[in-house]
């Protein structure tokens, strides 16, 4: 088995210097001193089960980098570059863009008319894609997409303005397994999760007020948000899975956590 890739940015400019989504408050600035410690407490504990973690460059004046996975999409020697709707973040990509350049991947650009997000919004288990759509990613990427991975994307409505990235609220361990904030998905969307997983573990208030949902798996470990509840990390346990809780508070004031902070290389 191959070694697990991911690609992080540093918290260097990490704040809350305006608000795009629910969780964001002006008011409620960053601890700079916990922030990198925290980040530098997931980076390690990737490392610590085998993964290969690179890095961006952060640049100043885009407090939101440290989202590395909103730059886009890295699979099969392309990179899908994200094409932001909030005007503060359009420039966040173009790190990611030169560092997947430098790698000689294909890119492969949106047109300006269809926003997409990133891993955020564009999840794959082991061989399944979905993708969330509805607040920041438009559902026309879906087929864009499709086109340029030669696999079928299967497109999931997101209506909670809390959930507004899919990786909020939709984390699969595997094909099989899943979990997710039911509360973030149409009835029609609900139906197809629970069409194309066997096994579904459903999160409560407490776990979605810490993104429940916002893992990374490597291997048999999942990592996830410090503060989750006991029967989530339960239910985990019982299909296999070894827990790796980090705490993710100063992230959360932005509205994200571990998958937030990690872009996955396929």
Not at 164 to 190: K, M, Q, R, W
Not at 230 to 248: A, Q, R, S, T, V
Request: charged letters at 25%; hydrophobic letters at 35%.
């Amino acid at each position: 088995m191959s070694r697990k890739r991911l690609l992080m940015c540093p918290p260097d400019y990490f704040d809350i210097e305006y608000s795009i989504n629910q969780w964001m408050d002006v008011k409620n600035k960053v601890n700079k001193e916990k922030a990198f410690a925290q980040y530098e407490e997931l980076k390690t504990s990737f490392k610590n089960v085998g993964a290969e973690v690179y890095e961006l460059t952060p640049i100043k004046k885009l407090p939101d980098m440290i989202y590395a996975t909103n730059a886009g999409y890295a699979g099969n020697n392309i990179f899908i570059k994200a094409n932001f709707k909030a005007e503060q973040r359009k420039y966040e990509a173009d790190e990611a863009e030169k560092f997947f350049k430098r790698k000689n991947y294909d890119l492969v650009y949106f047109p300006e008319n269809i926003t997409f997000e990133g891993e955020g919004d564009l999840i794959r288990s082991d061989t399944k894609f979905f993708l969330g759509y509805g607040s920041r990613t438009d559902l026309k990427a879906a087929e864009f997409i499709s086109k340029k991975i030669g696999e079928k994307v299967i497109p999931l409505e997101l209506i909670n303005p809390y959930f507004y990235h899919l990786d909020t609220c939709f984390g699969p361990i595997n094909d099989e397994l899943v979990i997710i904030n039911e509360n973030a998905f149409s009835e029609i969307s609900l139906n197809k999760i629970y069409d194309n997983f066997n096994n579904v573990i459903t999160t409560n208030s407490n776990d979605n007020s810490v993104l429940g949902c916002n893992i990374i798996v490597i291997g048999k470990n999942v990592f996830i948000g410090e503060g989750i509840s006991e029967e989530l990390k339960d239910k985990i346990i019982n299909f296999g899975y070894f827990i790796n809780e980090i705490d993710m508070s100063e992230f959360l004031k932005g509205g994200g956590s571990i998958k937030c902070l990690t872009l996955e290389i396929y």
